[in-house]
């Protein structure tokens, strides 16, 4: 985030806009296969106004539908990263980090499954979270948001 004030003592994290438009424009770039493809053109990848509204909107649209949520309630900026980051598993090292977790299969990540969500993207090499704990939940994203 740009500020004029050297002194600012924001230490909030913030969305970039145009990476964001930038995300969206490549995300079908991305493969899950592990086999040489070409190279996409990155000169046809221009961000427009346009681009940056719709993210924006994006944004606001998703904070609006969200303002109740204890980690977004205080937000003004939509480009605001929310608080709301989450441990999935032990850091390295802890008692019970050498157990796999989900017989070792990829858990994934709330706020990768927010972004995606925000984005209107789909999972394609990551996997949406599965809450792995006493109960049995799982993540907020619906099938046809993964492949």
Not at 65 to 78: C, E, G
Request: net charge negative; proline share 4%; hydrophobic share 30%.
């Amino acid at each position: 985030k740009n500020t004029d004030d050297e002194n600012s003592n924001d230490c909030n994290l913030y969305y970039d806009l145009e990476w964001l438009a930038v995300l969206r424009k490549t995300h079908g770039w991305t493969s899950p296969n592990n086999a040489k493809i070409q190279d996409p053109d990155i000169s046809a990848i221009q961000i427009s106004e346009e681009d940056l509204k719709n993210v924006q909107n994006r944004l606001s649209d998703y904070y609006k539908l969200h303002r109740d949520d204890d980690d977004i309630n205080n937000q003004d900026d939509v480009t605001q990263i929310p608080t709301n980051f989450t441990m999935t598993l032990q850091p390295h090292g802890a008692i019970g980090s050498d157990v796999k977790v989900n017989g070792g299969r990829m858990i994934g990540n709330p706020q990768t499954d927010t972004l995606l969500e925000i984005l209107g993207l789909n999972h394609i090499i990551t996997t949406p979270y599965i809450f792995v704990g006493g109960d049995e939940r799982t993540s907020h994203i619906t099938d046809t948001q993964v492949r």
